[in-house]
């Protein structure tokens, strides 16, 4: 097993071997290697990579001063909530709930307050909400060289078997 200093090294250099199969999607690549753990070759010789990323924002909607301030206003109340959880459970007896409450109120006010002045100093330059992902335009599986013709055989095997097989 590696260390988890080794791994974080290793992750940031390219990647090498050699392709045994390549993907349309992940699901598929993941499946592949799988498939070859289930038949007991040493997938720690394989590589899962993407290949021609591509970042995609997707809106999700237009943002107003109404849906600025009521996201501040509960992005503050949960901070709000979670600090009022632990002061209400070292308060005096009888005075939990108040603390708690005036948490839950103060951690909204300034919630609206620091997305008020972030709002407003952008300007009305990005007035839209959006969610981004990375995808690839394909997955790789690469292997190292010793094994490579193994694993590319035993890929393609297992697709000509998933193709030929007919459900039950």
């Not at 992005?75 to 308060?91: E, N, Q």
Request: contains cysteine; charged residues 15%; proline residues 5%.
């Amino acid at each position: 097993m590696t260390n988890p200093k080794q791994a974080a090294a290793n992750s940031r250099q390219l990647p090498t071997g050699w392709p045994v199969g390549s993907f349309n999607t992940y699901a598929e690549a993941q499946t592949a290697v799988d498939n070859l753990s289930d038949r007991e070759f040493p997938v720690e010789k394989l590589t899962i990579v993407g290949v021609d990323l591509m970042q995609v924002e997707n809106i999700t909607g237009r943002l107003t001063w109404g849906r600025v301030l009521g996201g501040g206003a509960l992005s503050g109340a949960w901070m709000g909530l979670f600090i009022g959880l632990i002061f209400a459970l070292f308060a005096m007896p009888g005075t939990g709930w108040a603390v708690f409450f005036w948490s839950l109120l103060i951690g909204a006010l300034f919630g609206v307050v620091f997305a008020a002045i972030a709002y407003g100093f952008s300007g009305g330059k990005r007035d839209f909400a959006s969610a981004t992902t990375i995808v690839a335009g394909r997955y790789d599986v690469l292997c190292e060289p010793e094994l490579a013709p193994q694993a590319r055989d035993m890929i393609a095997g297992g697709r000509v078997n998933e193709q030929t097989q007919s459900p039950q």
